[in-house]
Protein backbone atom coordinates (compact mmCIF):
# COMPACT_ATOMS: atom_id res chain seq x y z
CA UNK A 1 0.00 0.00 0.00
CA UNK A 2 2.70 2.62 1.46
CA UNK A 3 4.43 1.16 -1.94
CA UNK A 4 1.73 2.30 -4.36
CA UNK A 5 1.51 5.66 -2.28
CA UNK A 6 5.11 6.43 -3.19
CA UNK A 7 4.99 5.17 -6.86
CA UNK A 8 2.07 8.18 -6.89
CA UNK A 9 3.61 10.37 -5.38
CA UNK A 10 6.90 9.93 -7.49
CA UNK A 11 4.33 9.99 -10.88
CA UNK A 12 2.98 13.63 -9.88
CA UNK A 13 6.46 15.15 -8.94
CA UNK A 14 7.85 13.42 -12.28
CA UNK A 15 4.85 14.71 -14.21
CA UNK A 16 5.09 18.62 -12.13
CA UNK A 17 8.61 18.15 -13.62
CA UNK A 18 8.12 17.73 -16.94
CA UNK A 19 5.51 20.55 -16.81
CA UNK A 20 8.60 22.78 -15.82
CA UNK A 21 10.25 21.64 -18.57
CA UNK A 22 7.76 22.38 -20.83
CA UNK A 23 7.12 25.87 -19.76
CA UNK A 24 10.47 26.50 -19.81
CA UNK A 25 11.25 25.06 -23.07
CA UNK A 26 8.22 27.26 -24.35
CA UNK A 27 9.94 30.47 -22.26
CA UNK A 28 12.86 29.77 -24.40
CA UNK A 29 12.11 28.95 -27.64
CA UNK A 30 9.89 32.70 -27.17
CA UNK A 31 13.36 34.30 -26.03
CA UNK A 32 15.21 32.71 -29.29
CA UNK A 33 12.45 33.47 -31.65
CA UNK A 34 12.54 36.98 -30.14
CA UNK A 35 16.37 37.53 -30.71
CA UNK A 36 16.46 35.29 -34.02
CA UNK A 37 13.74 38.32 -35.39
CA UNK A 38 15.37 40.82 -33.76
CA UNK A 39 18.81 39.51 -35.44
CA UNK A 40 16.65 39.38 -39.08
CA UNK A 41 15.28 42.96 -38.46
CA UNK A 42 18.79 44.79 -38.04
CA UNK A 43 20.00 42.54 -41.24
CA UNK A 44 17.33 43.95 -43.22
CA UNK A 45 17.54 47.54 -41.81
CA UNK A 46 21.46 47.33 -41.94
CA UNK A 47 21.71 45.33 -45.64
CA UNK A 48 18.77 45.89 -47.42
CA UNK A 49 16.52 48.42 -46.74
CA UNK A 50 17.38 52.49 -48.18
CA UNK A 51 18.61 54.94 -45.34
CA UNK A 52 15.93 57.51 -44.74
CA UNK A 53 17.64 60.44 -44.99
CA UNK A 54 16.18 64.25 -43.50
CA UNK A 55 16.07 67.05 -45.48
CA UNK A 56 17.40 70.41 -45.76
CA UNK A 57 15.61 73.41 -47.08
CA UNK A 58 17.75 76.13 -48.32
CA UNK A 59 16.45 79.09 -49.67
CA UNK A 60 18.17 81.17 -51.99
CA UNK A 61 19.69 78.16 -53.76
CA UNK A 62 20.03 78.89 -57.39
CA UNK A 63 23.51 80.93 -57.26
CA UNK A 64 27.12 81.56 -55.29
CA UNK A 65 26.88 80.44 -51.17
CA UNK A 66 23.43 79.30 -51.28
CA UNK A 67 23.87 76.58 -54.43
CA UNK A 68 27.11 75.46 -52.66
CA UNK A 69 25.26 75.05 -49.11
CA UNK A 70 22.60 72.58 -51.58
CA UNK A 71 25.56 70.73 -53.42
CA UNK A 72 27.79 70.30 -50.01
CA UNK A 73 24.78 69.05 -47.91
CA UNK A 74 23.56 66.77 -50.84
CA UNK A 75 27.11 65.45 -50.45
CA UNK A 76 26.29 64.57 -47.10
CA UNK A 77 23.18 62.71 -47.88
CA UNK A 78 21.21 65.23 -47.08
CA UNK A 79 17.99 65.00 -49.36
CA UNK A 80 17.32 69.22 -50.38
CA UNK A 81 14.47 71.16 -51.18
CA UNK A 82 15.57 74.20 -53.11
CA UNK A 83 13.93 77.33 -52.96
CA UNK A 84 14.77 80.23 -55.06
CA UNK A 85 13.76 82.74 -57.93
CA UNK A 86 14.61 81.24 -60.82
CA UNK A 87 13.21 78.36 -61.97
CA UNK A 88 15.56 77.31 -64.93
CA UNK A 89 18.63 77.54 -62.11
CA UNK A 90 16.90 75.28 -59.96
CA UNK A 91 15.70 72.48 -62.19
CA UNK A 92 19.76 72.29 -63.93
CA UNK A 93 21.40 72.51 -60.11
CA UNK A 94 18.52 69.78 -59.26
CA UNK A 95 19.33 67.67 -62.17
CA UNK A 96 23.13 67.58 -61.20
CA UNK A 97 22.41 66.72 -57.46
CA UNK A 98 20.52 63.69 -58.19
CA UNK A 99 23.05 62.95 -60.92
CA UNK A 100 26.29 63.24 -58.40
CA UNK A 101 24.73 62.50 -55.19
CA UNK A 102 22.03 59.95 -55.55
CA UNK A 103 19.37 62.21 -53.46
CA UNK A 104 16.10 62.82 -53.30
CA UNK A 105 15.37 66.88 -54.22
CA UNK A 106 12.55 69.31 -54.58
CA UNK A 107 12.46 72.59 -56.09
CA UNK A 108 10.33 76.03 -55.55
CA UNK A 109 10.73 78.75 -57.55
CA UNK A 110 9.44 81.75 -56.00
CA UNK A 111 9.96 85.70 -55.76
CA UNK A 112 10.47 87.16 -52.22
CA UNK A 113 10.12 90.45 -52.96
CA UNK A 114 6.63 89.54 -54.10
CA UNK A 115 6.21 86.67 -51.64
CA UNK A 116 2.45 85.95 -52.21
CA UNK A 117 0.18 83.78 -49.38
CA UNK A 118 -0.13 81.51 -52.01
CA UNK A 119 3.82 81.00 -52.20
CA UNK A 120 4.00 80.31 -48.53
CA UNK A 121 1.11 78.36 -48.49
CA UNK A 122 2.88 76.33 -51.61
CA UNK A 123 5.75 75.81 -49.39
CA UNK A 124 3.78 74.91 -45.95
CA UNK A 125 2.55 72.27 -48.43
CA UNK A 126 5.90 70.71 -49.52
CA UNK A 127 7.81 70.95 -46.03
CA UNK A 128 4.63 69.56 -44.13
CA UNK A 129 5.04 66.15 -46.64
CA UNK A 130 9.01 66.12 -45.47
CA UNK A 131 11.61 65.16 -42.22
CA UNK A 132 13.56 68.53 -41.93
CA UNK A 133 16.19 68.74 -39.98
CA UNK A 134 18.81 71.84 -41.32
CA UNK A 135 17.22 75.08 -42.75
CA UNK A 136 19.79 76.96 -44.45
CA UNK A 137 18.52 80.80 -44.51
CA UNK A 138 20.57 82.65 -47.42
CA UNK A 139 18.52 84.15 -49.35
CA UNK A 140 18.61 88.01 -49.59
CA UNK A 141 19.12 91.35 -51.16
CA UNK A 142 20.71 94.02 -51.66
CA UNK A 143 21.31 97.97 -52.40
CA UNK A 144 22.13 97.85 -56.25
CA UNK A 145 25.35 100.32 -55.82
CA UNK A 146 25.96 102.10 -52.36
CA UNK A 147 23.58 104.59 -52.36
CA UNK A 148 22.80 107.54 -49.76
CA UNK A 149 19.02 106.26 -47.72
CA UNK A 150 17.44 109.35 -48.72
CA UNK A 151 18.11 108.80 -52.47
CA UNK A 152 17.45 105.17 -52.66
CA UNK A 153 14.36 103.63 -54.59
CA UNK A 154 11.31 103.06 -52.75
CA UNK A 155 11.10 99.70 -54.35
CA UNK A 156 14.74 98.32 -53.13
CA UNK A 157 14.24 99.29 -49.67
CA UNK A 158 10.70 97.12 -50.08
CA UNK A 159 12.38 94.12 -51.55
CA UNK A 160 14.89 94.56 -49.13
CA UNK A 161 12.31 94.15 -46.33
CA UNK A 162 10.53 91.75 -48.17
CA UNK A 163 13.30 89.15 -48.98
CA UNK A 164 15.82 89.75 -45.88
CA UNK A 165 13.31 90.34 -43.05
CA UNK A 166 9.56 89.09 -43.99
CA UNK A 167 11.05 85.88 -46.00
CA UNK A 168 13.26 84.95 -43.29
CA UNK A 169 10.41 84.76 -40.48
CA UNK A 170 8.23 83.02 -42.62
CA UNK A 171 10.05 80.23 -44.10
CA UNK A 172 11.26 79.68 -40.55
CA UNK A 173 8.61 79.87 -38.78
CA UNK A 174 7.23 77.23 -41.69
CA UNK A 175 10.38 74.72 -41.11
CA UNK A 176 10.05 75.02 -37.49
CA UNK A 177 6.64 73.21 -37.23
CA UNK A 178 8.51 70.20 -38.83
CA UNK A 179 11.63 70.30 -36.53
CA UNK A 180 10.22 71.00 -33.33
CA UNK A 181 8.00 68.28 -32.76
CA UNK A 182 11.26 66.04 -33.83
CA UNK A 183 13.40 68.35 -31.00
CA UNK A 184 16.27 68.24 -33.41
CA UNK A 185 17.48 70.57 -35.93
CA UNK A 186 20.04 72.98 -37.61
CA UNK A 187 19.26 76.62 -38.92
CA UNK A 188 21.92 78.58 -40.54
CA UNK A 189 21.24 81.95 -40.74
CA UNK A 190 23.64 83.50 -43.34
CA UNK A 191 24.74 86.93 -41.94
CA UNK A 192 26.87 89.78 -42.43
CA UNK A 193 29.69 91.92 -41.00
CA UNK A 194 27.53 94.56 -42.65
CA UNK A 195 24.97 93.33 -39.71
CA UNK A 196 27.31 94.47 -37.11
CA UNK A 197 29.22 97.02 -38.37
CA UNK A 198 26.85 99.68 -39.27
CA UNK A 199 27.79 99.99 -42.99
CA UNK A 200 26.62 103.57 -44.29
CA UNK A 201 25.09 103.73 -47.69
CA UNK A 202 24.11 99.96 -47.56
CA UNK A 203 21.97 101.16 -44.72
CA UNK A 204 18.79 99.41 -45.24
CA UNK A 205 20.72 95.78 -46.34
CA UNK A 206 22.90 96.51 -42.70
CA UNK A 207 19.79 96.79 -40.84
CA UNK A 208 18.41 93.91 -42.17
CA UNK A 209 21.69 91.89 -41.27
CA UNK A 210 21.41 93.37 -37.78
CA UNK A 211 17.79 92.07 -37.58
CA UNK A 212 18.98 89.07 -38.60
CA UNK A 213 21.81 88.55 -36.12
CA UNK A 214 19.76 90.22 -32.99
CA UNK A 215 16.53 87.72 -33.75
CA UNK A 216 19.03 84.79 -34.10
CA UNK A 217 20.19 85.57 -30.64
CA UNK A 218 16.80 85.43 -29.43
CA UNK A 219 15.40 82.48 -30.88
CA UNK A 220 18.87 80.50 -30.57
CA UNK A 221 17.89 80.73 -26.84
CA UNK A 222 14.41 79.94 -27.51
CA UNK A 223 15.61 76.88 -29.20
CA UNK A 224 18.31 75.75 -27.28
CA UNK A 225 16.18 73.74 -24.97
CA UNK A 226 14.53 72.12 -27.63
CA UNK A 227 17.07 70.42 -29.64
CA UNK A 228 16.99 72.90 -32.22
CA UNK A 229 20.89 74.80 -32.72
CA UNK A 230 20.61 78.68 -34.32
CA UNK A 231 23.87 79.99 -36.02
CA UNK A 232 24.25 83.36 -37.55
CA UNK A 233 27.20 83.21 -39.79
CA UNK A 234 29.25 86.18 -39.51
CA UNK A 235 30.70 86.43 -42.69
CA UNK A 236 32.72 89.26 -44.56
CA UNK A 237 32.76 88.86 -48.23
CA UNK A 238 32.68 85.46 -50.44
CA UNK A 239 33.02 85.37 -54.20
CA UNK A 240 29.67 85.88 -55.73
CA UNK A 241 27.11 88.00 -57.66
CA UNK A 242 26.10 89.61 -54.62
CA UNK A 243 29.52 90.99 -53.58
CA UNK A 244 30.44 91.42 -56.98
CA UNK A 245 34.23 90.28 -56.19
CA UNK A 246 34.73 87.94 -59.02
CA UNK A 247 38.67 86.61 -58.02
CA UNK A 248 39.22 84.75 -54.65
CA UNK A 249 41.74 85.92 -52.57
CA UNK A 250 43.30 85.20 -48.87
CA UNK A 251 40.45 87.21 -47.21
CA UNK A 252 37.74 86.46 -49.61
CA UNK A 253 36.46 83.14 -50.41
CA UNK A 254 34.97 81.10 -53.36
CA UNK A 255 32.03 79.86 -51.83
CA UNK A 256 33.15 76.43 -51.94
CA UNK A 257 35.70 76.54 -48.97
CA UNK A 258 34.17 79.27 -47.06
CA UNK A 259 30.53 76.84 -46.98
CA UNK A 260 32.90 73.69 -46.05
CA UNK A 261 34.52 75.85 -43.34
CA UNK A 262 30.74 76.35 -42.11
CA UNK A 263 29.70 73.14 -41.88
CA UNK A 264 32.77 71.69 -40.41
CA UNK A 265 32.38 73.72 -37.41
CA UNK A 266 28.72 73.01 -36.56
CA UNK A 267 28.10 74.50 -33.06
CA UNK A 268 31.31 76.42 -32.27
CA UNK A 269 30.43 79.91 -31.39
CA UNK A 270 32.60 82.95 -32.42
CA UNK A 271 32.86 86.54 -32.04
CA UNK A 272 31.57 88.74 -28.59
CA UNK A 273 29.88 86.83 -26.04
CA UNK A 274 27.15 88.53 -26.00
CA UNK A 275 26.09 87.18 -29.14
CA UNK A 276 26.23 83.20 -28.27
CA UNK A 277 24.25 82.63 -31.26
CA UNK A 278 27.08 83.82 -33.88
CA UNK A 279 29.85 81.90 -35.41
CA UNK A 280 33.09 82.97 -37.27
CA UNK A 281 33.65 79.88 -39.41
CA UNK A 282 35.63 81.20 -41.68
CA UNK A 283 39.68 81.83 -40.50
CA UNK A 284 40.37 84.89 -42.19
CA UNK A 285 37.09 86.51 -41.72
CA UNK A 286 37.17 85.34 -37.53
CA UNK A 287 40.82 87.15 -37.81
CA UNK A 288 38.99 90.19 -39.22
CA UNK A 289 36.23 89.73 -36.94
CA UNK A 290 39.11 89.63 -33.93
CA UNK A 291 40.41 92.58 -35.26
CA UNK A 292 37.23 95.06 -35.10
CA UNK A 293 36.23 93.85 -32.29
CA UNK A 294 39.74 94.55 -30.48
CA UNK A 295 41.49 96.97 -31.92
CA UNK A 296 40.26 100.95 -33.02
CA UNK A 297 36.95 102.56 -31.77
CA UNK A 298 33.79 101.58 -33.37
CA UNK A 299 33.50 104.60 -34.76
CA UNK A 300 36.83 104.27 -36.66
CA UNK A 301 35.21 101.41 -38.50
CA UNK A 302 31.73 102.91 -38.78
CA UNK A 303 33.92 105.73 -40.91
CA UNK A 304 36.26 103.00 -42.63
CA UNK A 305 32.87 101.19 -44.14
CA UNK A 306 31.83 105.12 -44.92
CA UNK A 307 34.93 105.69 -46.73
CA UNK A 308 34.94 102.22 -48.28
CA UNK A 309 31.38 102.69 -49.64
N1 LIG B 1 28.81 87.31 -50.92
C1 LIG B 1 29.19 87.97 -49.85
O1 LIG B 1 30.25 88.63 -49.83
C2 LIG B 1 28.37 87.90 -48.59
C3 LIG B 1 28.88 88.48 -47.42
C4 LIG B 1 28.14 88.42 -46.26
C5 LIG B 1 26.91 87.78 -46.27
N2 LIG B 1 26.41 87.25 -47.40
C6 LIG B 1 25.10 86.62 -47.37
O2 LIG B 1 25.14 85.35 -47.95
C7 LIG B 1 23.90 85.04 -48.56
C8 LIG B 1 24.10 84.60 -50.00
O3 LIG B 1 24.72 85.63 -50.73
P1 LIG B 1 25.42 85.39 -52.14
O4 LIG B 1 26.56 86.31 -52.16
O5 LIG B 1 25.62 83.95 -52.37
O6 LIG B 1 24.29 85.95 -53.13
P2 LIG B 1 24.06 85.66 -54.67
O7 LIG B 1 25.22 85.01 -55.30
O8 LIG B 1 23.56 86.95 -55.24
O9 LIG B 1 22.86 84.60 -54.67
C9 LIG B 1 21.62 84.96 -54.16
C10 LIG B 1 20.63 83.82 -54.28
O10 LIG B 1 19.37 84.29 -53.80
C11 LIG B 1 18.40 84.24 -54.84
N3 LIG B 1 17.51 85.39 -54.79
C12 LIG B 1 17.87 86.70 -54.86
N4 LIG B 1 16.77 87.46 -54.81
C13 LIG B 1 15.71 86.62 -54.73
C14 LIG B 1 14.32 86.80 -54.67
N5 LIG B 1 13.77 88.01 -54.72
N6 LIG B 1 13.52 85.73 -54.58
C15 LIG B 1 14.04 84.49 -54.57
N7 LIG B 1 15.36 84.25 -54.63
C16 LIG B 1 16.18 85.30 -54.72
C17 LIG B 1 19.18 84.23 -56.13
O11 LIG B 1 18.35 83.65 -57.11
P3 LIG B 1 18.58 83.86 -58.70
O12 LIG B 1 19.22 82.60 -59.11
O13 LIG B 1 17.25 84.03 -59.29
O14 LIG B 1 19.46 85.04 -58.85
C18 LIG B 1 20.40 83.41 -55.73
O15 LIG B 1 20.10 82.04 -55.75
C19 LIG B 1 23.05 86.30 -48.42
O16 LIG B 1 22.23 86.15 -47.29
C20 LIG B 1 24.06 87.39 -48.18
O17 LIG B 1 23.53 88.47 -47.46
C21 LIG B 1 27.12 87.29 -48.58
Known sequence: MSLNIQFLQLLQESQIITAAIAVFAIIGAFFISLKTLSFLKLIID?????????????TGASDGIGREYAMQLAAAKFNILLVSRTASKLKTLRDEIEQKYEVDTKMYAMDFTKGTPMDYGNLRDMIEELDVGVLINNVATNHEIPTPFYLESDEIIHNIVEVNISGLLKVTKIVLSKMLPNNRGLIINCGSFAGSVPTPYLSVYSGSKA???????????????????????????VVS???????????????????????SKIGIPGGASYYP????????????????SNTFSWSFWVNYTLGMC
Not at 46 to 58: D, R
Not at 214 to 234: D, F, M, P, R, Y
Not at 251 to 262: D, E, F, M, N, R
Open 46 to 58: VYVLPGKSAWAVV
Open 211 to 237: FMNQWSQAIGAELKSKGIIVENVNTYF
Open 241 to 263: SMSKIRRPSLLIPLPKPYVKSVL
Open 277 to 292: FNSNPYPAHALINWLI
